[in-house]
Nanobody
Framework: QVQLREFGGGLVQAGDSLRLSCTLSGDTFNNYAMGWFRQAPGKEREFVAVISQSSDDTPTADSVKGRFTISRDNAKRMLYLQMNNLKPEDTARYYC????????????????WGQGTQVTVSS
């Protein structure tokens, strides 16, 4: 059974940086396209960034492009999201997700989800 677990959320100030991590257990990590999504209170879950199995495809949302970078280390079975120059509007619960085969930015296509980690950015 595939399980995802996120690490690294917290309370930071605007302009700070934070790195989220996610680990996958229960199957071979590099079989999966991976993604980060987020959900703020009262809003729908939204795409942040996704990454293909070989890291050659990394679509990133316009709202975070240039500030957030998704990456993965297949040898360590880890997914990362480096978040720089954080803004109050980045405040949300961040979720790691996994799916087999092709990368997509559509959350509904992802089969497995972590419990999420909260990121709060104060102004």
């Amino acid at each position: 059974q595939v399980q995802l677990r996120e690490f690294g959320g917290g309370l930071v100030q605007a302009g700070d940086s934070l790195r989220l991590s996610c680990t996958l257990s229960g199957d071979t990590f590099n079989n999966y396209a991976m993604g980060w999504f987020r959900q703020a209170p009262g809003k729908e879950r939204e795409f942040v960034a996704v990454i293909s199995q070989s890291s050659d495809d990394t679509p990133t949302a316009d709202s975070v492009k240039g500030r957030f970078t998704i990456s993965r280390d297949n040898a360590k079975r880890m997914l990362y999201l480096q978040m720089n120059n954080l803004k109050p509007e980045d405040t949300a619960r961040y979720y790691c997700a996994a799916k087999l085969l092709l990368t997509t930015t559509l959350a509904k296509r992802y089969s497995y989800w972590g419990q999420g980690t909260q990121v709060t950015v104060s102004s």
